[in-house]
């Protein structure tokens, strides 16, 4: 295991080798870090958490009790995962027929959050600092600081990279722009794409 001398790994934990993590990441009870993964520094992965073979795993990404991160999922930096927030990696599993050829990649943008006890339907992107509500079931791909939530999923509202929702709203074509109102970051959108504005 190439680990940083400043990881944590509680005893009730394992951590297959070989795997790399960065120094200043918690790993707490009972979990297990399966073998080729690459976790940053920062992390903090709860209690009861599975990390399996070949995930990558992004700085100060903080990862819920009960959540398990299957082959082909992707977190980027600065990524939470609430409490039994669930991920997939087969379209169409069968216990009888093996898949492991036809594992999708899942990619969740940096800054994002997910809710507690959502489900993401593997092979789609969640885009950066988006915003998943509890419970939710995401089918298809979120976009850039979306707010989504239901079952499926749909986009609400957009929320700011501090996580405040955004007043950006109405259907007419055109631009439209607002300032967080809690830390001040502009932001434009235009039609189903919000960035951050620079002046």
Known sequence: MTTNPEVFVHPSSYVDQPCEIGGGTRIWHFSHIMKDCVIGPDCNIGQNVVISPGCRVGRNVKIQNNVSVYTGVELEDDVFCGPSCVFTNVINPRAHIPRKDEYRRTLVGRGASIGANATIVCGIELGRYCFVGAGSVVTRKVPDYALVYGSPARVRGWVCY???????????PGTESCACPACGRKYMRDGSTVVESTD
């Open 162 to 172: 501090c996580g405040t929702r955004l007043d950006l709203h109405g259907t007419a």
